[in-house]
């Protein structure tokens, strides 16, 4: 197993090892008991994001250490005004983050109104971008399809196109919602993304490794909402993803760049297809399941029933009814359980897990008039071991209204350092000579330095541990490639966080490599 960098060492790795909960299990909604403790408590920390100015409309956020800082940055390719349309916004926007709720903004490109994803897709150990686009006006080569990729060069400023065969399948109008992950296994990050609202559709292609893409699944047509989330839905080893469009949600990857639909008895989509989705595996069996808004503007979580391919409501305590517009699932009070955030309509709210008995609402607060859902990402930008969130919303009033982004930081301050592994999870299979990413919350004292180091076991928590990277940069992320020389049962990740503190640990496991 190596990291995506010309640094690599063999790992061995491990085979299957699963809990599988039967439907009449997962069905179950037990009384809910008393709010779990510490909940989080968040303050606006905007200082730098009052440029570029946004216009209106969609966009997607994401939150990646773009210049490899250990802090992550806010990356977008802007809303309806980018590029040069009614504000200055224009090409990959980055928000330069320092760790405390302060950001600097650069920009690069012509071109824009649309979906992000951030990944390494050559492998040289620097974060390279993804895009789908309605504005494609710049001039060849660099954003003049409606499907992009550049390579990054470690500084989040300056981008090399690396894009040819995508945006070419007929597309029309353009493309949004987008995501990397490894179809096929081949130790390269493949991109696919959906549609526009009407009518290009869904593509997903194949990375050939030397700036080359070759489509392998997709179609034109239909509506979409444009929302898009990669994980595994089945936990085979095979990334899948959910969408929103009218075709279907779930798609269930074959492991050659094909999907299958796997919408099972999902409740119905609508005419622009399920809104306001994401994945997260909820219940700690190693398989993503599934959040949405209902077409009452309510929060509804739907859990994987393991080799039934049903999916089983689980939703208690959670509003059935609102104004929200758009999911997420994360560990927001670090707890070790996934939790659910929703947002809209100008109201922010977090519902934490309760142990297996269902959801617990704690926090929420709101953002000015009318506070329609434009982006919207979770992720901990300021050390303290608990996720920020960071949200576009059109602001102001019907003649004068405009999206603005705000950043909110959770408040709990990091008095000492810890470090959790929040991916993959527990009970996840991983094939061998697949792209995998160790993900982390860490809490640092301000002003701290910090590193990470990522170990494996193949032989269970006790070890021996085998180095996969050291003093990488903490910013909640590392990017890694399996090379499997034996499959055991019993695989477990290390990540240690070092600082002037000293050394703290957490692990995870089992967690299964297969060929």
Same mark, same amino acid.
């Given at each position: ?26 069905? #179950?909604?037990?009384?809910l008991?008393?709010a ?12 730098g994001?009052e ?7 969609r ?11 250990? &802090? ?13 349309? $009614?504000?200055? #916004? &224009? ?31 050559? $492998? ?19 954003g003049?399809?409606?499907m ?21 399948n ?32 869904? &593509? ?35 990334p ?75 939703? %208690? ?25 929703a ?10 897990q ?7 609402g704690?926090t929420?607060?709101?953002?000015? $008039? ?13 050390? $303290? ?8 919303s059109?602001?102001?009033s019907?003649? !004068? ?9 959770e ?57 996969l990277?050291?003093?990488?940069? !903490? ?9 499997v020389? %034996? &499959? ?6 290390r990540a ?10 957490h ?7 297969i060929?």
């Amino acid at each position: 197993m190596r990291r995506t960098t010309s640094r690599s060492g063999a790992i061995a790795a491990a085979c299957l090892f699963a809990t599988v909960l039967s439907s009449a299990a997962l069905a #179950m909604q037990p009384t809910l008991t008393a709010a779990p403790p510490n909940p989080p408590r968040y303050v606006e920390s905007s200082t730098g994001l009052e440029s570029p100015r946004w216009d209106g409309g969609r966009t997607i956020l994401k939150l990646a250490d773009l210049n490899l800082d250990g &802090h992550p940055d806010i990356v977008t390719v802007g809303d309806h005004g980018s590029p040069f349309i $009614n504000t200055d #916004m &224009h090409g990959i926007t980055v928000w330069f983050g320092n760790g405390e709720g302060q950001w600097a903004p650069f920009q690069n490109g012509n071109f824009g109104y649309g979906g992000v994803a951030v990944g390494d897709v050559n $492998n040289d150990g620097l974060p390279d971008v993804g895009w789908g686009v309605h504005h494609n006006y710049a001039q060849p080569p660099f954003g003049d399809r409606v499907m992009g990729v550049a390579l990054g060069d470690g500084t989040g400023r300056n981008w090399t196109p690396w894009d040819l065969g995508l945006g070419v399948n007929g597309q029309s109008w353009g493309m949004f919602g987008t995501e990397f992950a490894d179809f096929n296994a081949d130790g390269l990050l493949d991109v696919a993304s959906v549609s526009f609202g009407c009518c290009d559709g869904f &593509h997903a292609h194949l990375n050939n490794g030397d700036g080359t893409w070759t489509r392998t699944f997709g179609w034109l047509g239909g509506n979409s909402s444009m929302d898009m989330a990669a994980g595994d839905i089945n936990n085979d080893g095979r990334p899948d993803f959910a969408i929103g469009h009218q075709y279907g949600t779930i798609w269930l990857g074959d492991g050659a760049g094909g999907f299958t639909s796997g919408d099972a008895n999902l409740p119905p989509g609508g005419l622009t297809g399920r809104k306001g989705i994401h994945l997260g595996d909820v219940n700690g069996d190693g398989f993503d399941d599934l959040s949405l808004v209902n077409a009452q503007g309510g929060i509804e979580v739907y859990l994987h029933a393991p080799g039934s391919g049903q999916w089983v409501w689980w939703s %208690n305590g959670l509003p059935q009814t609102g104004g929200f517009q758009v999911t997420r699932l994360a560990d927001m009070n670090a707890d070790g359980l996934t939790d659910v955030v929703a947002f809209g309509s100008g109201r922010l709210a977090v519902w934490l897990q309760n142990g297996g008995a269902g959801w617990v609402g704690t926090t929420t607060f709101t953002v000015p $008039n009318p506070g329609t859902y434009a982006g919207f990402v979770v992720g901990d930008a300021t050390h $303290n071991g608990r996720p920020d969130i960071a949200i576009v919303s059109d602001q102001g009033s019907i003649f !004068n209204s405009r999206n603005k982004l705000q950043f909110f930081r959770e408040t709990t301050e990091a008095a000492t350092t810890s470090i959790r592994i929040t991916g993959p999870p527990r009970y996840r299979t991983i094939r061998d000579g697949s792209v995998f990413f160790v993900d982390w919350l860490s809490a640092v004292p301000r002003g701290l330095e910090s590193s990470v180091r990522i170990e494996l076991s193949e032989d269970g928590p006790a070890g021996p541990w085998l180095l996969l990277e050291d003093a990488l940069p !903490n910013n909640g992320r590392a990017q890694f490639i399996a090379n499997v020389q %034996n &499959h055991t049962g019993n695989a477990w990740i290390r990540a240690t966080l070092r600082s002037a503190q000293g050394e703290r640990l957490h692990m995870t496991g089992p967690i299964s490599f297969i060929p």
